[in-house]
């Protein structure tokens, strides 16, 4: 068990610029969560995938972000033309929930800053 | 809609000495409940968690909460506090009638133990 990998760590780059971010969850994971998490405050929810069906979206997923799990393994998360208000800690969270509710395990983030 | 209160920003506690970090939360059917600490630039670890049966649960490196639904409370405590403790800790809720699988986190509680 690896835990939950998630690249890069860091992110700066300039208002208006696209980035991506990968998470690869724990293997046998068959459920995978985006969240954002800002200065002080706890992670909020952004999106959840079950294999590769994105079955939750927050409305904090504006038009400009876009997740995709395509084979039901890693999954990316597109920000376009990014804004200052962008700048977080992008957690990804991965659990298998055959049975009962099992908890999420995170990975590290990545940390993004908008110049 | 479901929410999580920790009322504390900061609690500080004399190594060896018990701890309490509080935490209420609203749902509209049964809670499933967690608890999380996060240490500087890390991911969201487990601690523990609530989903039905003896309201006193256990958890990792000693930590145990108390689950209390006429008060819609899930406070986390440590008889005998370390100073590797100190984190940043987080409650989390689902509601289990809904089907959704986004946690709703708290604003969380940094923990201080002076040794």
């Known amino acids: 068990d690896t835990g939950v990998s998630q690249d890069p760590r860091h992110k700066i780059t300039k208002r208006g610029q696209n980035v991506t971010f990968r998470c690869d969850p724990i293997?046998?994971?068959?459920?995978l969560y985006w969240y954002r998490q800002t200065l002080g405050q706890g992670p909020e929810f952004l999106t959840y995938?079950?294999?590769?069906?994105?079955?939750?979206k927050s409305r904090l997923l504006s038009d400009r972000f876009s997740a995709e799990r395509p084979k039901g393994s890693f999954s990316t998360l597109e920000i376009q033309r990014t804004e200052q208000g962008d700048s977080a800690m992008y957690l990804c969270?991965?659990?298998?929930?055959?049975?009962?509710?099992?908890?999420?395990?995170f990975g590290d983030g990545t940390r993004l800053s908008i110049l | 809609a479901q929410s999580v209160a920790q009322p504390e920003d900061q609690v500080n506690v004399a190594e060896g000495n018990p701890l309490t970090v509080k935490c209420t939360y609203s749902?509209?059917?049964?809670?499933?409940l967690f608890w999380y600490v996060q240490y500087p630039n890390r991911g969201l670890q487990f601690l523990l968690k609530?989903?039905?049966?003896?309201?006193l649960v256990k958890g990792s490196y000693g930590f145990e909460a108390e689950f209390n639904k006429s008060q819609t409370s899930f406070h986390l405590k440590k008889p005998s506090a370390l100073v590797s403790d100190s984190a940043l800790y987080f409650c989390?809720?689902?509601?289990?009638?809904?089907?959704?699988?986004?946690?709703?986190f708290g604003s969380g509680t940094r923990l201080q133990v002076q040794p």
């Open positions: 749902v509209s059917g049964n809670p499933y």
């Open positions: 995938f079950q294999n590769e069906a994105q079955l939750e």
């Open positions: 293997s046998e994971h068959n459920r």
């Open positions: 969270a991965s659990s298998d929930e055959g049975q009962g509710a099992q908890p999420q395990h």
């Open positions: 609530y989903i039905t049966g003896d309201n």
């Open positions: 989390a809720v689902r509601d289990e009638g809904t089907g959704r699988r986004a946690l709703t």
